[in-house]
């Protein structure tokens, strides 16, 4: 009479194998969770961009008020806290997103005058977040 059923070390093998899975595929789903988070904050800097374009045409300056109240726009960004800058003072900046919720790493994307990104932070295990900014 044939016994049914698995060996206990058929089963253990099933379970190595589900944890090395597991172990690969985890870390590449958070680093593309991020990616998607990044890419929130440099759309939210691009829309903060292009506003302070148009106050700088019709004003002759930037709006330098850290709320960006006269610029009559609100970028809908769940992860990032969105501030503006005077460029004189903050070296070219005009917009800044500073990453603010966990769970993830806490890094600041910033665009000066010119449409230049910036990613602070962005070393090391965050690195391949730089590849992400706009050119």
């Known amino acids: 009479m044939p016994k049914q059923g698995f060996t206990l070390i058929e089963i253990i093998v099933t379970i190595v194998i589900m944890g090395v899975l597991v172990t690969l595929a985890v870390p590449r789903f958070t680093s593309q969770q991020e990616r998607a988070v990044f890419s929130e904050g440099i759309s939210a800097l691009q829309m903060m961009f292009a506003a302070q374009q148009r106050y700088f045409m019709d004003?002759?300056?930037?709006?330098?008020?850290?709320?960006?109240?006269?610029?009559?726009?609100?970028?809908?960004?769940?992860?990032?806290?969105?501030?503006c800058a005077d460029p004189g003072a903050a070296g070219g900046v005009?917009?800044?997103?500073?990453r603010n919720s966990p769970p993830g790493p806490n890094y600041t994307i910033t665009v000066d005058n010119n449409g230049a990104y910036q990613c602070a932070s962005c070393t090391g295990s965050l690195s391949y977040l730089e590849r992400g900014l706009p050119r």
């Open 59 to 83: 004003h002759a300056s930037f709006e330098a008020d850290a709320t960006c109240y006269f610029l009559d726009v609100e970028p809908r960004a769940r992860n990032f806290s969105i501030a």
């Open 94 to 98: 005009i917009a800044t997103a500073q």
